[in-house]
């Protein structure tokens, strides 16, 4: 399925060799060839709760990464986290240059709703409607009241001494919004759930966020750079809040295996058809890097 | 039409209470109370040419001025054009910080996806698959092949010697692309065109977007910063090449008369339908500022 990712965002971005070329070179550096591309799975799997075709789950899962992608080329700016590694490569701008990570950023933010637009090439697709409201989900969990919010947050919660609420605030804007929308996305491609079921997975779908944003800060606080393949204690070197820095280790990890537990539980009323979604839940939970 | 366009912005830009606040105040900061408002009046201009209903062209043109305005903020950070002065007030990183205007910019590209994305609130407004195609003109015109791959174009022109033929093509990327935007989604808003008509159409679009950016390089050479509300001579100054420094002062003012009389021709087909449309084009060549 990361293959398939892979093969869609390949696709979808603009050959290296059509103009601006420095810009569209940039654009395939960061987006192509890693990351664990846990929106799109998320995405997919949520999708197969809903019986959704994989094919109609391609574009969302794609613009869903696309928004991701550019949100790391903009964070690791000097600006922003001034970091040098990601993905174990060198940055964008370290890579090319500032002016061009900022564009590369830009531009990958507009190709995500851009290819979330595209008419539906047939009738499995969802409707002109229901696509509406899935751009609407999206640029809703990628703006000031979403993801940008989140950093925003992030920025001012440096050197402060923040609560968990408000730790939790902040993690619920900055990765929760997206990876919320991963999830909502891929239902909206299938048979559209009863309303009780849709808040079912809304739940869920909020927990493995922050379960996702737990799990970061324990591996930013244990593995090395290597592992990771971005720099490793980033947070605590950056004076940054985290749920390692807040509870403490053992207590961090406590809370991912109730965040977990609580996911587990949630899907359960869907059986079978949340297969894959559990399997994700404890991949993301058990990953080392 | 205006005051119109600033009270749409006003309405649609999140309050400067909300969280987070000062992400907030910034982004109300770039887009309200400034600026000429030429791509949404385009846009109403546009849409009476094909009877749209004005409030349904409200969100489209406030989606065109906040990917405007998220496109100046950018331009203007340290890394780019790196300006102190913008519509009389300074630039968003000298009032705020650098990482809040990136994240502004940002945050602003998402709004505006979001604000075309609403869904329409009766059926007087564009329907849902329409609505998809303007969603997708957008995206194209703000994204590599359009707005930003023009500035990535810009980029890469200073200290180059450009050809009348490459200084065209980039200003086409540049700005060319957003404004034709502007025309064609206003047009989107009311009763569809016959192909021959939208082509007509499309090609004044194409022209007066080139018209604008002559004036633009014109005024550059000749005004001061205080008229300007904008850092003047800025061009010369970083060596970037314009239609000035190509054809001279009075040669660029030829082309920008011929483009006028070629706008005004290719809409002379409409009639009295293009009242607005004639009148947008001799102020946008007649503009002081």
Known sequence: M?????????????????APQRLH??????????GKRIRPLLCHAAGALCQADPAALDRSAAALELIHVYSLVHDDLPCMDDDVLRRGKPTCHVEFDEATALL?????????????????????????????????????????????GGQAIDLAAVDQQLSLAELEFMHIHKTGALIRAAVLLGA?????????????????????????????????????????????????ANNKPTYVSLLGLSQAREKAAELRAEAHTTLSHFGDRARRLNELTDYICNRHF
Chains 1, 2 share one sequence.
Request: with cysteine.
């Open 25 to 34: 070179q940039a654009m395939r550096y960061v987006a192509l060839g890693g």
């Open 104 to 148: 590369v950023g830009d531009a990958l933010q507009s190709l995500a709703f851009q290819v979330l637009a595209e008419q539906p090439p047939n009738a499995d697709t969802p409707a002109a409607a229901r696509q509406l409201e899935m751009l609407h989900l999206l640029a809703q969990a990628a703006g000031s009241r979403g993801m940008a």
């Open 188 to 236: 909206a491609c299938g048979q559209p759930l009863a309303s009780a079921d849709q808040q079912r997975l809304d739940h869920y779908a909020k927990r493995v966020g922050l379960l996702f944003q737990i799990v970061d800060d324990i591996l930013d606080s244990e593995a090395d750079t290597a592992t990771l393949g971005k720099t490793a204690g980033k947070d605590a």
């Open 2 to 18: 990361q293959q398939r990712s892979e093969e869609t965002l390949e696709r979808l971005l603009p050959a290296a060799d059509i």
